[in-house]
């Protein structure tokens, strides 16, 4: 292997400059060899060789630009094929499963959802119906050569190492290797990479969403329970073993309600969908249709229920507010339940924050609510599966062999 | 500038490797080149290439090492000069102020704690106080050359990009420039970095302390206050402008006291020294004498105390079972008064977190007393003074110019 004089292995060298190049078009589409040559801080005609080796292997294609009113010939756009590399996102959330095929560059290729009733399903079932679903999008067959992941966002508490769920309350499981078996029913050898679904709402929103361009966010999302997913100087924040961000779970009610979760006072009990139906006066558990009617009736100026949804807000300042004191971030994203609140909220929220959130942390933090709606941890499971290849996608510029067969090397 | 095949300029990555060197030698002490060699994944030659630079600067040195029992020639021992490079560090503690000249590998050269009574000084004094306490070290005179920088630690809300002091209560502060007011006083145009007492505990535990070894990290110190700093990945998070890690205002009580930031029910209303020792019906100002009277008696059994004691252990455990539900650590340092409360607590916090905190973080998370005692945030400002330095110590070695001009370039 040639070394160069500096002592870094050349071979190491252009590996990195091989995934900074894709990154970036990955993230922000297509892009000039002159912006390339900006964002990267790589010469030229650096530039122009990786990217020959990138258009060889055909993930890339190069068009000369029209001229730009510059003088000079205008430098060529550089775009990815969206069909050159792909993944598989899978979605396990409270009420639906959903697949996708998406492409390099974030291109959603192909799309699923598909409701089913709320309650406890058991696993095997639940990866029969996802295979099922994976299988009416067309893959393998509809896309070129294998993905070169698979990515999962479940509803649950996630060890990213081997995509071990220790408890998702809401499907009713405990200690599942769901990683394990969706690679046994999806009979891969390549990677699949489970993440709690807030994490990667988090991931989604802030490569492609609300959050894009900012640094420190938090991204807390509320459905029948409360996770959230924090981004640390730009980068996922997942704690030792990826069960970071389990907010719902910050206890700020001594003498509150009973949690699911084993603890009292948690603050899903204060600002989960079942909090806020109750609190309204209706079925804690009548899920999205009863949640559906009670924002109508917020719309339509029902004051029981703007009442309701007021304390609700009061309850999510209380627990926002912790969070800007300890992780001063300088964006929140309200997703879910929550984003669909925020108009109501936004009031309460901002009052209450200001009376308990510390000023210097307080004063530099904007809420906003998610911009990528329900398939944000979808998005998100995609992101996570095209990481292993975005952090080194040499391999696979000069090997023959399938993805399948790399993925597991 | 030269620039090398592969798009990298070889300036940058000759800066990234001796970087590399020189972080190596100031976080482990002294290594031998076959060490660095395994460390830094850099080439022999480039080894030797690298240090015969830092050794011509005068700020390490090598030695042939005694025979290691190994065939063939036993591999140079390198080590740094403590003196050559020097940083500052100063601390405003609660009732104290402290200095320290520490060089290069961390090694104390210099120091002095004095006490003063609690209260709120003016800024001025203060700033005064410390150019005393420095002088009385021998600073500048003693060292070779001028130091690399000042590192501060206070016991305060820090913004850390100018070391403005958005509030610190214990002080009586408000809105304070520290940062500029240090330059000024110590005449320096060098930088004088400021931040968060705790954050700097957090940081000098971790780099030499009982986090050492561990990437995701909760240091929490418990004073009048109670502060944290966070490490994520082995690297601090700060967030947004370096205001993270203040969870003395988690909202833990809803029906609990004022708290000095104007919230009501936060954290160290119910675990700060002052609930301390109301809690064992001693005054809640009376600082250090009480606290000792009160450890004492803790001790020598007294069950009133030993109730109070665990009063606070249980509403530790309160706030430590939310941090660990957010943050997902490896490891939980304890600092300051909790430090010290940890034998006494041990098996209440442990009780608590197996009630409260989410089974999966709860079941990997260690819990440990600090090891640097008082000091740590001292040493920390030391770390942080050293870092621009660490981070790029090329400029050092060529120049000719003062490190005072270099600084700031």
Redesign the interface.
């Given at each position: 292997m040639p070394?160069?004089?500096?002592?870094?292995?050349?071979e190491?060298?252009?590996r990195a400059?091989l995934s900074a190049i894709l990154r970036e078009l990955h993230t922000h589409g297509s892009l000039s060899r002159s912006e390339l040559v900006a964002r990267t801080?790589?010469?030229r005609?650096?530039?122009r060789g990786?990217i020959g080796e990138f258009v060889a292997a055909g993930l890339m294609a190069e068009r000369r630009s029209a001229s730009d009113g510059q003088p000079g010939r205008p430098s060529p756009q550089v775009r990815l094929d969206p069909g050159g590399g792909v993944v598989l996102a899978l979605e396990m959330a409270v009420d639906s499963l959903a697949a996708s095929i998406v492409g390099l560059g974030g291109e959603v290729l192909a799309h699923r959802r598909v409701d089913r009733p709320r309650g406890h399903f058991s696993v095997d079932e639940t990866v029969a119906d996802l295979l099922q679903l994976a299988t009416s999008l067309g893959w393998p067959d509809r896309i070129t050569g294998e993905p070169i992941g698979i990515g999962v966002a479940v509803v649950g508490?996630v060890?990213r190492s081997d995509g071990f769920v220790?408890?998702a309350p809401n499907l009713g499981w405990r200690d599942v290797p769901l990683g394990g078996l969706l690679a046994q029913a999806f009979a891969t050898t390549g990677p699949v990479r489970v993440a709690n679904d807030a994490d990667l709402g988090a991931l989604a929103e802030h490569r492609r969403g609300a959050a894009r361009g900012h640094?420190?966010v938090l991204f807390i999302s509320g459905e029948v329970g409360v996770g959230?997913g924090l981004i640390?100087?730009g980068?996922p924040?997942?704690?030792?073993?990826?069960?970071?961000?389990?907010?719902g779970?910050?206890?700020?009610?001594?003498?509150g309600a009973a949690c699911r979760?084993?603890?009292?006072g948690c603050w899903e009990t204060e600002v989960g969908e079942g909090a806020l139906l109750m609190r309204a006066g209706r079925a804690p558990g009548g899920g999205r249709k009863e949640v559906d009617a009670l924002l109508a009736d917020a719309l339509a100026g029902s004051p029981s229920v703007l009442r309701a949804v007021d304390d609700v807000g009061r309850w999510l300042g209380?627990g926002i507010?912790?969070?800007v004191?300890?992780?001063?971030?300088?964006l929140i994203v309200l997703g879910g339940l929550f984003g669909r609140l925020h108009p109501f909220i936004e009031r309460t929220l901002a009052a209450e924050l200001d009376?308990?959130?510390?000023?210097?942390?307080r004063g530099?933090?904007e809420i906003a609510p998610a911009s990528l709606d329900i398939d944000a941890p979808l998005l998100g499971a995609a992101e996570l599966a095209f990481e292993p290849f975005l952090a080194d996608p040499a391999q696979w510029l000069r090997s023959e062999v399938g993805l399948r067969e790399l993925a597991s090397a």
């Open positions: 070394r160069d004089v500096l002592g870094l292995r050349s190491t060298v252009r400059n801080g790589l010469t005609s650096a530039i990786l508490v060890r220790s408890i640094e420190h959230a640390s100087g980068h924040l997942a704690g030792a073993a990826g069960f970071a961000g389990e907010v779970h910050i206890r700020v009610n001594p003498n979760c084993g603890s009292v209380v507010a912790s969070l004191n300890v992780l001063n971030p300088e009376r308990f959130a510390l000023a210097a942390p530099m933090v």
